[in-house]
C-alpha cells in the first residue's frame, strides 16, 4: 500500500507497518498448497471402482453406487436399519420432486406407504432392541 497521509485506519484498514508485506502469507506455516480437505478425501474414495459380482456377472461400480445398492436391498430384506437410513433419502427424492413440479406417477410413494414402513420401524425397535 502507498504511503498516503490521507489514509485513514479503521474496520478493515489496518496501520500501514501492521499490514501484511506485498508476496509474503499471513500464515505461512498453514495448510500446503495442494493438500486435500477430509471432504475432498471422502469423495476421491467414494467414488473409487471396485468389482462385485451381481447374478453371477462381475460389474464395476464406483463404492457409493455400491452403498446405493446394498442399502435398497437391505430395505428389500426388511432389515430395519436399512429402512431408516433409506426413508430420509426418500423423502427428499419426493420434496425435490414436488419441488420441480416432476411427474409423479412412477416415483412419488404414497403417504400410506410411507406410514406403514414408519410403523413397521416402530414394531421392529419395540422387539427385543437387536437389529439385524
Sequence with gaps: ????????????KPPEK???KTGKSGNP?????????????IEQELNEKLVINQNGKRIMLTKIEAIAKAIVNGAMLMDAKAIRALLPILGRIEEEDVANNASLKDKKMQSDDLEILKRFIDIEGEDDGNDK
Design 18 to 20: 501492521h499490514q501484511f
Design 29 to 41: 506455516n498453514g495448510r500446503p498448497k495442494g493438500s486435500k480437505n477430509i471432504t475432498t478425501l
Design 1 to 12: 500500500m502507498p504511503k498516503n497521509k490521507k489514509y485513514k485506519t479503521g474496520y478493515k
